[in-house]
Every structure is written in C-alpha cells, then in structure tokens.
C-alpha cells in the first residue's frame, strides 16, 4: 500500500468536504444549511477521495504536488481549528485559520518540491 498517495487521498477529500460545506452552507442559512452542508460535503470529500486515489497513480509530477498542496491546505486548516478549539491558539480567527493553512500548504510543496517529501505516488 502507498501511504503517500492514500494521506494524499485523504487530504484532499477533507479540503473537498470543508469546501462543499462551507459553501452550501453560505447558500443556505440556518439549519437546514447545516445538515445539508454536512452530508453534501461528506458526500464530495468522499467522491473526491477515491477520485484522487484512482487518478493519482497516473499524475504528472507536477499534478501531483498540486493535489499534495491541496489536501496539505485541508490537514493544515483542520489541525489549526482543532488547537483553536482546544484553547491553545485562542487569538487566532478564522482569516488566521485560513492564511495560515495556505501558509503550510504552500511549505509542504516547497519542501517536497525541493527537500523530497518521499516517493512518488505511482506503483
């Protein structure tokens, strides 16, 4: 099994589920928004899973350090609000959330650009 492209896989469903949630949720206020929310973006996060695992076998490098970044963002904004929940990073809001998860997501490309996170996901 190649974890690199599994953890990738898994990023990048959890960006997709943040993403599709936050944006129905925007569209649909209250309630009904929520629930909604939730279960389109679970249900986006895991299409995009498997369609990243089954397509990231045959990506260019370069195609593959996008989605890299792009489940990197979700890993990094996940991880940030789960400090913020927790009361250790309890000056941070949601644009420091938001910058600082590109901020890792971008060092996360740049070391693997550069320093070779590890092998590529092809086998």
Do not use: C, K
Not at 61 to 67: G, L, M, Q, T
Not at 80 to 87: A, E, K, Q, T, V
């Amino acid at each position: 099994m190649n974890w690199r492209r599994l953890l990738i896989a898994l990023g990048s469903g959890a960006t997709t589920f943040l993403l599709v949630g936050a944006a129905i949720l925007s569209v649909i206020p209250d309630i009904p928004g929520g629930i909604i929310g939730v279960f389109g973006g679970l249900f986006a996060g895991l299409a995009a899973a498997v369609v990243i695992w089954v397509g990231l076998g045959r990506a260019s490098p370069a195609v593959e350090r996008v989605v890299l970044g792009y489940a990197a963002f979700g890993y990094a904004f996940l991880g940030i609000w789960f400090l913020r929940y927790g009361h250790f990073l309890d000056g941070v809001g949601f644009q420091g959330q938001l910058v600082g998860g590109l901020v890792l997501a971008v060092a996360v490309v740049l070391v693997d650009q550069f320093g070779g996170l590890g092998q590529s996901t092809r086998r």
